[in-house]
């Protein structure tokens, strides 16, 4: 079956640290975006890529950061920087016939501080 | 002010009902509108996409866009325990390609069987 793998599920940080968060799609799909999701607040966009070796910051970049080597892979780093990183991440994906916004969605990984 | 503004719930109908699921905006750009289901501890998926205003039939389910209160909404017809979720509304201006989506905050919605 096609469709987006985000791994681990859960994920704890430890002060200091750098967490790197998994994201493979097996459909082919060439743009991928990572996106945060909070309480009370809306989906928020952090990084995005339409192809391969190339990406843009979203909204609230600050303090992550993503590499696209590969057009199935978009992993996504937390990074000490990030002061606040407890929260929901969406890893998602689309053809560009669908106006390269997200389509399909994987199904996240939390992530807390210890 | 939020650009997108969507009551939290949490909504309890009883099967059978008919629900509305409502998100109201400013931003008067907007011309694309999405509304997403998200099923708790998993991913959103895309439910129905509308283009402008009027309405769109899918099934159980009809968005429907009127630009001019700058109001939308999903209905879901004959409510079933399985459409309880969150349902996120999002929405773009009209270079949808090249501008990000505004997401709602979503709203809780459980069906009683």
């Known amino acids: 079956d096609g469709g987006i793998t985000q791994s681990p599920k859960y994920l704890f940080r430890k002060e200091g640290q750098n967490v790197t968060l998994s994201c493979e799609q097996n459909?082919?799909?060439?743009?991928m975006y990572w996106y945060r999701q909070d309480p009370g607040q809306g989906l928020r966009l952090i990084y995005y890529s339409q192809i391969v070796n190339d990406f843009q910051k979203g909204d609230i970049a600050e303090g992550y950061s993503v590499s696209r080597e590969k057009k199935e892979s978009f992993p996504l780093t937390v990074t000490s920087a990030q002061k606040n990183p407890t929260a929901f991440y969406l890893c998602?994906?689309?053809?560009?016939?669908?106006?390269?916004?997200?389509?399909?969605f994987g199904d996240g990984t939390r992530l807390s501080i210890l | 002010q939020k650009e997108v503004e969507q009551d939290p719930g949490p909504l309890s109908v009883p099967e059978g009902a008919i629900v509305s699921l409502n998100c109201t905006y400013s931003?008067?750009?907007?011309?694309?509108f999405m509304w997403y289901r998200q099923y708790s501890r998993k991913g959103p998926e895309l439910l129905m996409y509308?283009?402008?205003?009027g309405n769109k039939e899918d099934g159980r389910f009809t968005a429907q866009v009127d630009k001019s209160s700058k109001y939308i909404s999903l209905f879901i017809r004959d409510s079933q325990p399985s459409d309880s979720a969150t349902y996120l509304c999002?929405?773009?201006?009209?270079?949808?390609?090249?501008?990000?989506?505004?997401f709602g905050t979503g709203t809780r919605l459980t069906i009683i069987p």
């Open positions: 931003n008067s750009a907007f011309q694309y």
């Open positions: 998602a994906s689309s053809v560009p016939t669908w106006g390269n916004q997200p389509q399909h």
């Open positions: 509308t283009y402008s205003s």
């Open positions: 459909l082919n799909h060439d743009a």
């Open positions: 999002a929405m773009s201006g009209p270079n949808f390609g090249n501008e990000k989506l505004t």
